[in-house]
């Protein structure tokens, strides 16, 4: 059984973020029904890495987040290390590209990309 939520669950995503997935999606004829598929896995520098990718299968262990049309698919064990993350898009001086502000995280390392708990 797929975990239906709403925008304010566990996982937030930016007004801006959301924008760019739209644009990504467009931009590469990635299939309306696709969701962006979020989690982490084992690696980098500081243990746990983000991982991020389109996807058109949910599984029944999967919760799905849905925000201005576009579906947020997080697999159950990443669920635990992203509760109370938001995921936003920068594109400031400091580089372009998503950001997971991510509350659990005690230890990250320089690039923003792995992340310790």
């Known amino acids: 059984m797929?975990?239906?939520?709403?925008?304010?669950?566990?996982?937030?995503?930016?007004?801006?973020?959301?924008?760019?997935?739209?644009?990504?999606?467009?931009?590469?004829?990635?299939?309306?029904?696709?969701?962006?598929?979020?989690?982490?896995?084992?690696?980098?520098?500081?243990?746990?890495?983000?991982?991020?990718?389109?996807?058109?299968?949910?599984k029944d262990s999967d919760t799905v987040i849905e925000k201005d049309g576009v579906k947020i698919i997080v697999d159950g064990k990443s669920l635990f290390y992203l509760t109370g993350t938001v995921l936003d898009f920068s594109d400031g001086l400091n580089g372009k590209g998503f950001v997971f502000n991510n509350p659990n995280a005690t230890k990250t390392c320089g690039c923003g990309e792995s992340f310790g708990v």
Do not use: W
Not at 10 to 39: C, F
């Open 2 to 58: 797929v975990t239906q939520v709403s925008a304010q669950a566990d996982v937030s995503v930016t007004e801006k973020a959301i924008k760019q997935v739209i644009r990504i999606k467009e931009e590469n004829n990635i299939p309306e029904e696709h969701g962006l598929r979020i989690g982490v896995k084992g690696g980098g520098c500081s243990g746990l890495t983000y991982q991020m990718g389109f996807d058109g299968e949910v």
